[in-house]
């Protein structure tokens, strides 16, 4: 680390980053924050860190650029089709090898540092959904085969004396109105058909949302029955 310090500290500097380490299943996580936490609590951070891998796998008593890669954070907000709502989340990495040179590998780091997206943690935006079981479900149901497809399929927030609730809603084949409602926390959503219960159901698989919805919306609500608790 005492090398990458000399190499890599100007260009920290300028991008305004300091450096942090954490131990994960990966091995050692060397990450990259904004320099202020009293101008940024949030944490922002490069989507570029590095990876040694620890000593149980290499045998090492140090870390070693030999045993080292580069990962870019996947954490860009992503639309939720056309309903004007959006949610970001660490969607994934990539992976990166690092040149075998060392001059190569330093000009590699500063590159990605450079190129790759700072990611600004910030407080939730008017249109960003945090459900990630709402997000799962939309996208699980955005995949079923074209002949039960939601046609209009909308989000909606509400703000109650049990907290936020996110919800999809939907018109079925018949003209009722169809909500699925998912809490901030808890296993369980509700379902509701014009207004009236319609049961609970498992916010945990995204498939079975899937289906519920595609039976509540083709009005086969003696199948919808399987995915619901009374």
Known sequence: MIEFRDRM????????LR???????????????????????????????????????TGLVEASWERAYLAVEQHEPRPLGDTGWF????????????????????QFIERNFREQPFI????????????????????????????DRIEELNIDRLSTDEGVVESLVFEDVNGREV????????????????????????VYSEKR????????????DAYAEYFLRK
């Not at 500290?9 to 305004?16: A, F, G, M, R």
């Not at 901030?184 to 959503?189: L, M």
């Not at 949302?209 to 086969?220: E, I, K, M, R």
Request: aromatic share 12%; hydrophobic share 35%; glycine share 6%.
């Open 179 to 202: 909500r699925l409602e998912f809490h901030r926390t808890g296993e369980k959503g509700r379902a509701f058909i014009d207004g009236e219960p319609a049961g609970t159901f498992d």
């Open 209 to 220: 949302v899937a289906s519920l919805a595609s039976a509540l919306y083709t009005g086969h």
């Open 120 to 147: 600004f943690m910030e407080p939730v935006p008017p249109m960003e959904i945090e459900n990630e079981h709402l997000v799962d479900a939309f996208y699980a149901i955005d995949r079923v085969r074209k002949d």
């Open 87 to 106: 949610h970001r989340r660490w969607w994934g990495s990539v992976y990166l090898d690092l040149p075998a040179d060392p001059e190569e590998m330093w």
């Open 9 to 16: 500290e100007p260009v920290l500097k300028e991008l305004n």
């Open 19 to 57: 450096t942090r380490t954490q131990t994960n299943e990966a091995g050692i996580e060397v990450y990259f924050v904004s320099r202020s936490r009293k101008v940024d609590p949030f944490l922002s951070h490069s989507s570029v860190s590095i990876f040694f891998e620890d000593r149980e796998e």
